[in-house]
């Protein structure tokens, strides 16, 4: 009830803690409403200044001159009520005021101008300087296009004062001058403080980043666009606020060839379609948004459901033209009150935009379809395009004039796998599929072919694609087969049936019907009939990979071949034997490619079935097999193939621990892999192995880079758990490349897919772990901690208990950073009853030192109770060092002795009992010093602390100097002169003072 004046106070206590957006502002325009009952200027004045703060970040333009007339009138009348804070927030206010008429066309430019000399006169009769004013006269001249030079130096040249606007936004707006320039460069050279974190604020650096997308496109700086894509999107996802940053994002996905990326983000937004309270914003929401859905209507995806505005059903087509409409409309009144073109000259230069890239830049986020008409639905992979299927790039030197040179040109292809072979046969398949195609009456004189033969190796190629579901193509080899039988090459339909008995023949079932084929073709071999030993080939391949696949099914039941038994000797030796069969008729046939096969399945097969009982015997037998397949590969003049060759030998150095041999072989098979433009699996698996490798290696942005390139190309093949994975690593990586705003987007992202859950159950643990600790890190302790609790309860049911000890304790410690206290002490609870049964005394020694400082720091001095609690904490964190010491539990703090010290010194030194934590941290400088070499960087931090305690709260400014001369000293004589450095700038510092 909000019937006293102590409880409309406290109501607008509560509502200033909530985040920006509609239930903010309704809630400020009640509390309003609430002041008005009583007879407080002081309250309806802050009253009203919340509700005009509230206005300006829920995009509220229309509303805000009103609600602040009623502030300025109030202060003339009672300015008695308004105090030091009321009085500067009001002054504030007229920035708003002024920006908020400039985003309404209804406004006449006569009231803007008029409002900005309100603004002057007022500043200056307040003794305020005229930076701000002249910063508004500067955005009024880069609205309108008129004056923008000499408004520009009149701002950007002035010092900065009192009520500017905050250092990050000036830069922002600096930095988009440049920008309309033409100045990419120089824009993101201003913009560096802010992407840096050296100029922040709670709209920035977000913002900023959707500003900058494009910039960062022009000039090559991929990787930067697609951070601030995944972090600036994160920020502004669901904001009112923000209608203009999603309009840029949704603008970037288009430019980049992610339409799909945008229908999701326009699904997410659809609530801005009935936002109008700042025209300008909507603007610039709305030219996004069509943008990018002109791509698909230009793509012919115009009749592709789409989320538009809440409640209302629409296809592309239909809502590009209503914003087509809308946006032009809404322009030329900006143009109209202006008196220039310059809000319909941009908006049409946004328009005319054009993809930068012929395929779509890889994001790290699942590549989802277009969301259903209500945007709740599960998006759907969109329809290939509606123009004809491509070919060979036009032009090039060695294309087929005629259909025979082409069919030619594929079967030669095709027979070696090579990847472009695809690409001749969606030409050929767009010309004998065309209405008017007329088989040639020479057709089998010209090696052509019947026109059934051309179809069915059509159907063949198609069921190759391995984004197929395994019914159509399993209807594709059943097509297949039919076809070779009515052009009469019974061998190639025997081929076509015995792919059908599953993709990768790993149906227990079906080797018996393989096998029969495999007796057939030999029989049709021996006969010299058309294709059978070339087919007999490829039957034996499928037969062994179905061989391979049940001979380890035990291994892999049971957690794979390190974990589990080896595989049934019985069922190796037959799929042994079928390989050697596999590479006697390939070299029989003059098939080195698939001999290479063999080889390459041979050292796999050998390597995962014996590396646990003969270690580096079978690892070198492995290698000799690779070498092997590498020189018949070479014989068959199919260096495309390499990329297998080399992929296969990285990815068992990786298992094996060589590293440096991993890397070197992975990078060369990648590298086949981007000359031959090879998409399929093998390619993917490539990319994800080196990211692996480079993880290892302690190199996370490679491994980033390379975790994002493996991650698009599953989502292109449609292997979604796989797609998965890869991004489950690249969060990983960017988390632990220092990126983990960019970690967070991802793993949240990856979360929702469909694929995720598909993953092993540990997978998807580690990955709610590194979200959880990446939440941590970026500031978010509440996030984190639901995300902790969650995983508590998913691990509870590990053997591994020690893990659940481990994720109570990061929950615990975080709960207290989000000051949740009667959860954070249930959780140290949890953590402190597991860690008894299964001991994990790293993370619940952490946990004790960060609850302690969390409480010290936030209940301070002043409350006896708290200051008892953190101390006890330490108490408890020295018992766990005592008994793991004691028991030999594995403990990797460090020094714990030092720690311990230290941050009871810190947390004494929160309590105002410095004395006590001057002597606290002696003690902790001593024993990170009887440590060793190892502590001295936790040695010079608590030295450094120390000496900040004596100059700062004690007032020994001499004796602090002195004790870091001599640490100095101490330190470059010891040879770490890096754990000198933080001493010298303090003791600089000091200097100064």
Not at 310 to 318: D, F, I, K, Q, S
Not at 325 to 330: P, V
Not at 349 to 372: D, K, N, S
Not at 446 to 468: K, S, V, W, Y
Request: charged share 25%; aromatic share 6%.
């Amino acid at each position: 009830m909000l019937d006293t004046i102590d409880a409309v106070r406290a109501a607008l206590r509560a509502n200033d803690q909530l985040p920006y957006g509609r239930p903010r502002t309704v809630t400020a325009e009640e509390l309003v409403d609430a002041a008005e009952q009583f007879d407080d200027p002081e309250l309806l004045a802050v009253a009203l200044l919340e509700l005009t703060e509230a206005y300006e970040y829920d995009a509220e333009q229309r509303k805000l001159p009103v609600a602040f007339a009623r502030i300025a009138k109030l202060r003339k009348e009672h300015p008695d009520s308004f105090g030091d804070w009321e009085n500067h927030a009001t002054d504030w206010r007229y920035k708003w005021v002024a920006a908020a008429l400039l985003s309404v066309p209804e406004v006449p430019l006569e009231a803007v101008r008029r409002w900005h000399g309100e603004l002057r006169t007022h500043y200056l009769a307040r003794g305020h300087d005229l930076q701000p004013y002249y910063a508004r006269q500067y955005r009024l001249a880069a609205h309108t296009g008129e004056g923008v030079p000499d408004a520009f130096e009149l701002w950007a040249t002035r010092w900065r004062s009192r009520y500017s606007d905050c250092h990050a936004c000036e830069l922002r707006d600096q930095a988009l001058h440049f920008v309309d320039l033409g100045d990419d460069e120089r824009a993101l050279e201003v913009w560096q403080p802010v992407f840096s974190g050296e100029r922040s604020c709670s709209e920035e650096p977000h913002v900023s980043r959707a500003l900058a997308l494009l910039p960062l496109l022009r000039t090559g700086r991929l990787e930067e666009a697609r951070s601030a894509h995944l972090t600036g999107y994160r920020w502004a996802r669901g904001r009112s606020g923000a209608a203009r940053a999603i309009g840029l994002h949704l603008e970037f996905c288009a430019l980049t060839r992610n339409e799909p990326r945008g229908l999701e983000i326009l699904a997410e937004n659809r609530d801005l379609f009935d936002r109008h309270g700042d025209p300008l914003s909507r603007l610039h929401f709305l030219t996004g948004a069509q943008l990018l859905l002109g791509r698909l209507v230009e793509d012919g995806h115009g009749d592709v459901p789409v989320a538009g505005p809440p409640g209302e059903h629409r296809t592309a087509a239909r809502l590009h033209a209503e914003l087509c409409t809308e946006g032009d409309e809404l322009a030329a009144r900006f143009d109209a009150r202006n008196g220039t073109p310059a809000v319909g000259d941009a908006r049409r230069a946004r328009l005319a935009r054009t993809p930068l890239f012929a395929e779509p830049m890889p994001l790290g986020l699942r590549a989802t379809g277009p969301a259903t008409a209500t945007g709740t639905g599960v998006p759907q992979p969109l329809p290939a395009p509606a123009a004809a299927p491509s070919g060979v790039p036009s032009g090039a030197p060695d294309e087929p004039v005629n259909l025979a040179e082409l069919v030619a040109k594929a079967r030669e292809l095709s027979h070696t796998n090579h990847p472009d072979a695809l690409l001749h046969w969606n030409r050929i398949g767009a010309l004998v599929e065309a209405p008017d195609h007329r088989h040639p009456e020479d057709a089998e004189q010209t090696g052509l072919g019947p026109l059934a033969q051309i179809r069915a190796e059509l159907a063949l190629e198609r069921a190759f694609d391995e984004r197929l579901p395994d019914a159509e193509a399993d209807a594709l080899y059943a097509e297949a087969a039919e076809l070779f039988e009515q052009a009469g090459l019974t061998a190639r339909a025997l081929g076509a049936r015995a792919r059908r008995v599953g993709p990768g023949n790993d149906k227990p079932g079906d080797l018996p019907l393989v096998r029969d084929i495999r007796a057939r073709l030999a029989e049709l071999a021996a006969a010299g009939a058309p294709f059978a030993g070339r087919e007999l080939v490829a039957v034996l391949q499928l037969q062994v990979n179905a061989e391979m696949r049940a001979a380890f099914e035990a291994a892999t039941a049971t957690g794979g071949p390190d974990g589990g038994p080896g595989p049934d000797p019985a069922a190796l030796a037959e799929a042994e034997a079928t390989l050697e069969q596999l590479y006697t008729e390939a070299a029989r046939h003059g098939l080195p490619h698939r001999q290479a096969n063999a080889r390459l399945l041979g050292a796999r097969a050998r390597f995962l079935a014996d590396r646990h009982r003969q270690g580096a015997a079978a690892a070198a037998e492995a290698d000799r097999m690779i070498t092997e397949a590498e020189q018949l590969v070479e014989q068959a003049a199919a260096p495309w193939r390499l990329a297998h060759v080399h992929g296969q030998r990285g990815e068992l150095a990786l298992y094996g621990g060589d590293l440096e041999k991993a890397e070197e072989y992975l990078r060369r098979a990648a590298a086949v892999v981007a000359r031959y433009g090879d998409r399929s699996t093998g390619a993917a698996r490539v990319h994800d192995g080196l990211g692996r490798t480079y993880l290892a290696l302690g190199r996370p942005a490679e491994a980033a880079a390379a975790f994002t390139e493996s991650a698009a190309r599953y989502d292109r093949l449609g292997e979604a758990d796989d797609a998965a994975s890869a991004r489950v690593m690249l969060g990983q990586a960017l988390c632990s490349a220092d990126r983990a705003d960019d970690g967070v987007a991802v793993l949240e992202s990856v979360l929702l897919e469909p694929g995720f859950a598909e993953l092993d159950v540990r997978e998807q643990a580690q990955a709610r772990l590194t979200l959880a600790r990446g939440l941590r890190e970026i500031g978010e302790p509440r996030a984190a901690a639901e995300e902790y609790l969650l995983l508590a309860d998913r691990v509870a049911e590990f053997d591994e208990q020690h893990i659940l000890t481990m994720v109570a304790a990061e929950a615990a410690a975080t709960l207290a950073s989000a000051e949740q206290w009667p959860a954070a002490d249930l959780a140290r609870q949890r953590a402190l009853d597991s860690h008894c049964t299964a001991p994990h005394a790293d993370a619940v020694f952490d946990m004790l030192l960060r609850q302690a400082r969390h409480t010290a720091d936030r209940h301070g001095p002043d409350h006896p109770e708290a200051a008892e609690q953190a101390l006890a904490r330490l108490d408890e964190a020295a018992e766990v060092a005592r008994t793991a010491e004691r028991e030999g539990q594995d403990f990797s703090s460090g020094c714990p002795d030092g720690t311990l010290h230290d941050t009871r010194a810190r947390t004494l030194s929160s309590l105002d009992r410095n004395e006590e934590a001057l002597a606290e941290m002696e003690r902790a400088i001593a024993a990170f010093a009887a440590y060793g070499p190892g502590a001295h960087h936790g040695r010079a931090e608590s030295i450094r602390v120390a000496a900040l305690l004596e100059a700062h709260r004690l007032d020994r400014p001499d004796a602090a100097r002195a004790r870091l001369d001599t640490a100095v000293a101490m330190f470059r004589d010891a040879g770490a002169p890096e754990a000198a450095e933080p001493l010298v700038e303090l003791r600089a510092h000091l200097a100064r003072r």
